[in-house]
């Protein structure tokens, strides 16, 4: 398999932020404490340091989820309608570390803020809502594909990418 030029690293990096950017929803994995496994959706904010934060409500089974165990998997993928080939979409997937922001934690009035922002009223009418849940979500690992053969590794550190390359024995 070819060598990535550090140029196209760099130009790959750029894409895989301009795909989460254009994205308003990430699709979210979850697990209840008998590891039974669920897959929904929450529109997200992203802080300066790569934290995204979600507010679900209690009536949605992955906040349950969220509230008994601290891990989840987030996916933002290309739109089939912009996809050239359906086996190899272009994706980013991270593996997170969960923490509730409770109402009486500092950070919870600005993020609240910034989805209202982002979101608009609708936001201002459920943080009148006792049951919905603001979370942090901060990505411990991630993997980019562009397609076949075009696997990477985020470096959260320095967001930069690491091509993946298959341990092939002879």
């Known amino acids: 398999m070819e060598e990535i030029n550090p140029k196209e690293l760099e130009n790959m990096a750029g894409d895989y932020r301009k795909l989460i950017a254009s994205q308003k929803t990430m699709l979210l994995s979850t697990a209840s404490l008998e590891n039974v496994p669920e897959i929904s959706f929450a529109p997200y904010v992203r802080d300066e340091a790569g934290t995204y934060y979600i507010y679900v409500s209690e009536l949605a089974r992955h906040t349950a989820n969220l509230l008994q165990n601290q891990r989840a998997s987030i996916l933002f993928i290309r739109p089939e309608s912009e996809s050239r080939n359906l086996f190899a979409r272009e994706r980013a997937v991270f593996r997170c570390r969960v923490a509730e922001v409770v109402r009486e934690d500092e950070t919870y009035p600005?993020?609240?803020?910034?989805?209202?922002?982002?979101?608009?009223?609708?936001?201002?009418?459920?943080?009148?809502?006792?049951?919905?849940?603001?979370?942090?979500l901060q990505p411990e690992s991630g993997q980019y594909v562009v397609g076949f053969g075009q696997a990477f590794s985020i470096n959260l550190k320095d967001d930069t990418l690491q091509h993946i390359t298959p341990n092939r024995k002879s």
């Open 110 to 136: 600005n993020r609240i803020d910034a989805l209202q922002e982002e979101f608009g009223e609708v936001v201002g009418i459920l943080r009148t809502l006792p049951d919905f849940h603001l979370f942090a």
